[in-house]
């Protein structure tokens, strides 16, 4: 039967379970509104399909992102600068490099512990987690009312949505930072099958912001139009790809109906297909783990992240990420497995 459970491992801090009739199992964290881990049936035992901590207790000594909704803005704000208008401007602390505002700051939203509930029904269990984000957190205008929602259905599909109001006008892009590795923990994603339902992509400059305007990926190693194993665009001699040690960029999705993302194991015997209303997709490869700190047992491109968002911006006004009262920030995401 499907289910639901948790766990209180620390003070205010739980681990809650999913479970379908298909023996997956989804483990969530009310810290960060945190995915932990996606494991499924193989061979008589359960593996992790998503990079993980060793234990809950893991995920706040340490920063990294992992599986953790990321916000108000994921990715980087160019010189930690939004010019609302021509007379007002915020300034947000520059906490990568001291250049670049990145992940919603030092207390971005996947460092906070939401309030959250359960609930299960015989075709799928949720757990819904909330949180509000005060006015003048991060240096973000607004009180920032967030609903965070996973749910697990018996078709093997996890959706994750995310619901925001404002009460002032302010900055709200907040997306998933789970990585997937289909091989399995202590692997690589070098020869993983990728497609990306996307003509275009965003190059970056040396600070990691994408430059003004997109490139076509037609003729190039970011064309993952048809399946393509990720190592003929990590091995490739491309300066983009040598300057970011991979993979470190928004791909603007086309807008169809289609898959956005389709994901191979080496052997295709597991799959990941990503559905999302997000514009599009911040492709990350695991570049910079080095087996240190939390993160000990990970290679580099040990897993890869697919950022479900709005695309990082290479000018300050930053329209396409404002949020008015009476508007409803609403970003849905699926991922299917097939095992």
Known sequence: MIENS???YDKNKYEITLQNDNGMIVKLLNYGATLEKVMVPDHGKLINLILSLDCPEDYDKERNFLGGTVGRVI?????????KNDTKAYHFELNENNITHSHGGKRGLDTRIFDFKVNQSEFDCSASFHYLDLDGNNNYPGNLDITVKYTLNNQDTLFYSVLAVTDATTLCNIANHVYFCLDGP????KNNLLMINADQYLPLDKDHIPLASTQNVADSCFDFRNERILNQALGSSDSQIKHENGLNHPFILN??????????????????ILRTTAPAIVVY???????????????QYGGIALEAQIPPS???????MILRPNEKYLTQTS???KY
């Open 6 to 8: 948790k766990i209180q």
């Open 75 to 83: 990715g980087r704000i160019k010189s930690g600068l939004w010019q």
């Open 186 to 189: 202590k692997s690589n994603i």
């Open 255 to 272: 807008n169809n109906s289609a898959p956005a993302v389709k994901l191979y194991s080496s052997d295709r015997r597991r799959s990941m």
């Open 285 to 299: 490869t695991g570049n910079h783990f080095n087996h240190t700190g939390l993160t000990h047992d990970f290679n």
């Open 314 to 320: 290479s000018s300050n006004d930053l329209r396409d």
């Open 335 to 337: 991922w299917n497995f």
